[in-house]
């Protein structure tokens, strides 16, 4: 609306590596936008390395613009690939990975 913004930093976890895709949305039912997000990137120049670290990153918004970052072992999400493009489905994550599967997940309630 009035054009103000504040910058705030993500968790370390996801800034990990890049990421390719961010779904917004309330999956904690608690009535709070969360972040879901995923990346890498395998495909860069020769001199230049991948950018592997992340597994994708569930973070649990609290309303005031701040996040936490849930443990892939409580979330389930675990998206190590070079995934390209993330969407919610139905009350599924669809995760496209580049040259590779697709992964599907299902969201417990």
Do not use: C
């Amino acid at each position: 609306g009035n054009w103000n913004y504040e910058m705030r930093d993500l968790p370390n976890e996801a800034q990990l590596s890049p990421i390719n895709d961010i779904i917004a949305h309330d999956f904690n039912q608690d009535g709070n936008t969360d972040l879901l997000t995923a990346g890498n990137l395998f495909g860069s120049e020769v001199e230049t390395t991948r950018a592997y670290a992340g597994i994708g990153t569930l973070l649990y918004g609290d309303g005031k613009g701040n996040f936490k970052s849930i443990p892939y072992t409580q979330s389930g999400f675990y998206a190590a690939g070079d995934v390209r493009r993330i969407a919610y489905v139905n009350g599924q994550i669809i995760v496209l990975n580049n040259n590779d599967r697709h992964q599907q997940f299902e969201m417990s309630r």
